[in-house]
């Protein structure tokens, strides 16, 4: 099939048929004796870097191949690895618009971090556990429906054969996991409402001179709501996931307001949302967000319930308040001993650990052929948080089987052969 012309949802039929190959739990290293996996990264952007850096120092993954659309990008990701004495072939650095099907192809990468825009996602993953690849998924998973459904058939592939894990780090952050542990043993009584939000300040990008106007709509594809998903899908999600998690479902509706009145960069996704969810059982959580803040920002999830209330900070507190009163941190300095947490004089913010735990964890999986599979996990938080910009966009209320039967499918009609000729 030809890249010239891009149209993914012809793509994924022609290679929802093709054969499926899986390697085994053993030959994932290539021998015992081998020490770490070795890493191929789809998209090399800021935070693909960031996270496969954060493999290479918490897992000792060996960064090994690099794939990304542009030249450029992928030339300074390998500049950024080789400042790090990391020795990645030029032989293994794959660019144009075959590049990821070009790494998950080759027979020397274990596993393949997913960090291009998300619009590509779905046929990214695909191509990667149709290989036989095990899989590490920045969110969203994708920015539509049929993108969510097509990545819950690609989970059911994987299912116990690979690992899959989508890029929700917030689920591994020792504070979050302890709070929801005590939330979800009842210390909360019975939780009646909640309380998220994610206000932030504006994502500044280069002008890219010379770019074409589809290239630089493509290079800055987190202000384009085909692209990312607008920011409610993109940005915003991870507090979304954190209410599916600690209420253990999806909401089964949503009423919500949203639109574009501060934002100044070129593209079209909204610069604020409010909106209402309706969890099972009648819960009630009120969602806001902005991404245009200057000199300040926070994000946090409050929930209330009938013994007492909770509420986590990216940063801090993290914490209960009512009949049976929690602090992470005041828990953690006492355990530490007054002494030593004189010297270190804080623990750090919340989510300090939330990645790298997330990283040894997806590893683990591996080695131990334990396989996580959260494909559905993140396409239903993907849907949540759709659910919510489908709801904004309309101006009505919206509810989660509407969402489904909607078949609504994105195309972001662009070429891509011509932007790297």
Known sequence: MSSKNLNRRAFLAATAAASFT?????????????????????GCGGRGTSVAGGFLENTGTRIHALADLFEDQARKAKHHFDRKQVDIDPGRVFTGPDAYREICAADDVDFVLISSPPYFHPEHLREAVAAGKHVYCEKPVA????????VMKIGEQAQGKLSLDVGFQIRNAPPFVALTKRIQEG?????????????????????????????????????????????????NIHVIDVCNWVLDGH?????????????TNTGDCYDHYNVVYTYPGGINVTFGSTQYNKGWWDVCERFFGSKGVSEAHYSQPVAIYGEQPWDYF?????????????????????????????????????LSGDFHNQARQG?????????????????????????LSSGKSWDAGLDLAKMVE
């Open 22 to 42: 899986i390697v085994k739990a053993k030959q994932v290293r290539g021998t015992e004796a081998n020490s770490s996996l070795r890493l191929g990264m789809v």
């Open 143 to 150: 920015v539509d429906v049929p993108g969510c459904l097509e």
């Open 187 to 235: 210390q909360l009584g019975t939780v009646a409402s909640a309380q998220v939000y994610y206000y932030s300040g504006a994502i500044g990008r280069p002008d890219w001179p010379g770019a074409s106007a589809e290239e630089a709509r493509l290079r800055n594809w987190v202000w384009d709501r085909v692209l990312s998903g607008d920011i409610i899908v993109e940005q």
């Open 251 to 263: 909401p089964e509706k949503a009423s919500a307001s949203g639109g574009r009145k501060v934002a």
């Open 330 to 366: 005041a828990e953690l300095a006492e355990s530490a001993g007054e002494e030593e947490f004189s010297v270190t004089g804080s623990f750090g913010g919340a989510l300090e650990h939330a990645d790298p735990e997330k990283q040894k964890a997806y590893v683990h999986s591996i």
């Open 379 to 403: 396409a239903d938080s993907a849907l949540s948080a759709m659910l919510g910009r489908e709801a904004a966009y309309a101006g009505k209320v919206m509810t989660w089987d509407e969402l």
